[in-house]
Each structure stands twice: as C-alpha cells, then as structure tokens.
C-alpha cells in the first residue's frame, strides 16, 4: 500500500502528460516534423538555464517564464517556415535549433557551477519524485491548451492534414502555426519540468506511431495512443521502483519496446490474415 500511494502522484502525472501529447503527436506525425518537441524542449531547457545564470531558482516562476519566452520565439522561428513553400525544409531548421540550443544549454551550464545538479535534474527529469502541488497546476495548464485545442480543432486538423486546401479556404497557415506551436511551448515548457527532455519527446511521438499501424483515423489513432500511453506509464514506472532505475529513461526504453512488440505482433496478424 505504501508504494501504490509513493506511485500515485508519478502514474498521474503521467496520465496527464499521455493525453495532451499523444494528441499533440498525431499533429506532429501528420505534419512530418517528429523532431519538434524535442527542439522546443531543449529551447525550454536553454531558458530555465539562462534563468538560473541570472539568478533564478530552477524551479521558480521566474525561470518558468523565461523558458515560455524562449520556446515562444522558438515557436515564431518554426512557424515562419513551411516545408511545402518554403525553400528551406521545416525539419533543417529544427534540427539546427536543437543542436544550437543544446550546445547553448552546455555553454550557459559551464557558468553555473552552484546549480549544476538542479539544471541536471532538469534536463534530465525525474518524474518519480513529482508533486501533487506540480501535478495539479500541469493539469489545469494543459486543460486549458486542451480546451483551446478543441475549440479549434477542425483548424488545427486541417492544416497538420490538408495545408493546402487550408490555404484555398483562406486561412492563414503561418497564424495558424504560430497558435500551434505557442500552445505546444505552454505544454513543452511544463513537461521539461516533470519529466525531461527524452521521455516529453517519447511521450508525443511513440503513442503516436504505435496507433499508426493500426488505425487510420484520428479517433481510434488517439483511443490507441492513449492507451499505450497508460499502460506503459505504469509499468515504467513500477519497473524504475523495483528495480532501483532512473525513472525518465526507465519509461524511454519501455515505450522502445512496447513499440517494438506493437510492430511485431502487426506483422505476424498480417501474415497469419
């Protein structure tokens, strides 16, 4: 009993952290840039760091609103360049921003020798050790980035799937992206937070991809993400207790093979079929 209640918090946690990702990955997926949570990650974390050079604390609400700032300028950056139009491919400038802004991160971090550690635990996460006080605020952000995703989701689903006839129908594509990825920095920088950057970036996009393989529409893809999301939050998480496991990485490597069986067992049904 005494380890289901030390659980609680973490497995909540994460079951907050799989419904907004998971929903969020079948945008990424649909628009073919899988790299950028990870890049709006690492820009979060290089601002919590610049934060913490000038004397925040990590975990303050000072170095919450800077890393927002940094991932909204990030989010500006992303938005401005389309792959379909644009000369430069979207994905080259993510993946440069995610190279700058971690070579940025390990610069600003060789100036901080007190909060090392703290920036460390950032970047790296520790969802184990999570709040019920951290859990119930990344809650009520991420129900109102639900909310607003709602009310305009037939938007959003129209220009992740069909930019061009968003386009013909006169909707602002670079607006449009903006909102998206601004709404997806809110949830970025409170996810770094809790959980890290690695497991933030597989809690977005391997949900995703295993519900690919077997569905095709939006609502059994989420139905699906969802579920594995669950399932293997749980068990990363009992695992990394039981047998004494740094938790982020604990859950990593469980999505990792999850997914794998995922697309194994496709493949034998569809042999067998």
């Not at 497995?11 to 899988?34: D, K």
């Not at 019920?132 to 129209?158: D, N, P, Q």
């Not at 970036?201 to 949900?207: D, E, G, K, N």
């Not at 095709?216 to 009992?238: C, D, K």
Request: aromatic share 12%.
């Amino acid at each position: 009993m005494d380890t289901l209640t030390f659980l609680l918090a973490p497995f909540v946690a994460s079951l907050i952290l799989t419904g907004i990702h998971a929903y969020l990955g079948v945008h990424v997926v649909e628009r073919g840039v899988v790299f950028v949570d990870l890049a709006l990650a690492q820009i979060a974390a290089l601002g919590t760091t610049i934060a913490v050079l000038y004397g925040f604390d990590p975990h303050g609400r000072g170095s919450y609103w800077t890393s927002l700032a940094f991932t909204f300028l990030g989010a500006l950056v992303f938005s401005t360049v389309r792959a379909q139009s644009a000369r430069i491919p979207q994905e080259a400038i993510i993946g440069i921003s995610y190279a700058v802004a971690s070579a940025a991160a390990i610069l600003a971090m060789s100036k901080s020798i007190a909060q090392t550690e703290h920036l460390k635990e950032m970047l790296v996460g520790n969802i184990l050790t999570v709040s019920w006080g951290e859990v119930r605020t990344t809650a009520l952000v991420y129900g109102i980035i639900g909310l607003f995703h709602y009310v305009f989701r037939k938007k959003f689903l129209l220009i992740s799937m069909d930019p061009v006839k968003a386009e013909k129908q006169g909707l602002s594509l670079r607006f449009w992206d903006f909102l998206f990825y601004a709404s997806f920095g809110f949830v970025v920088t409170s996810s770094v937070a809790i959980a890290g950057v690695l497991l933030v970036f597989c809690y977005l996009i391997v949900p995703s991809v295993g519900a690919m393989l077997y569905a095709e529409r939006i609502g059994p893809r989420l139905a699906i993400g969802w579920t594995m999301g669950t399932l293997v939050s749980a068990l990363g998480v009992y695992l990394s207790l039981k047998i004494d496991l740094p938790t982020g990485a604990t859950i990593v490597c469980t999505f990792g093979v999850i997914l794998i069986l995922m697309a194994v067992f496709r493949g034998v049904v569809r042999r067998a079929i």
